[in-house]
């Protein structure tokens, strides 16, 4: 597995599981836009983070697409972050 750096620290899917709950907590954001953001911020590419995002984060972006009407349950319909 390729790991990604972010101001000098090799990043783990427990670290970055951790920024994105903090995005989340301090900027008030959802978490795909969390993920959007520290990408944006850092400068890697979003099909780079995939594999850092943990399962309760994809259950949580997953939850905020269906809320959002981009989802709907029981239909097939999945996330492209597998």
């Not at 905020?64 to 709907?72: G, I, K």
Request: contains cysteine; neutral net charge.
């Amino acid at each position: 597995m390729t790991q990604i750096q972010l101001d000098g620290l090799m990043m783990s899917k427990n670290k970055f599981t951790k920024m994105i709950e903090e995005t989340v907590r301090y900027k008030r954001i959802p978490y795909i836009d969390a993920v959007v953001h520290l990408c944006e911020e850092n400068k890697i590419e979003i099909e780079d983070v995939k594999k850092y995002i943990s399962l309760p984060i994809k259950n949580k972006i997953e939850a905020e697409a269906m809320t959002m009407n981009c989802l709907v349950a029981n239909k097939g319909n999945t996330l492209p972050i597998e």
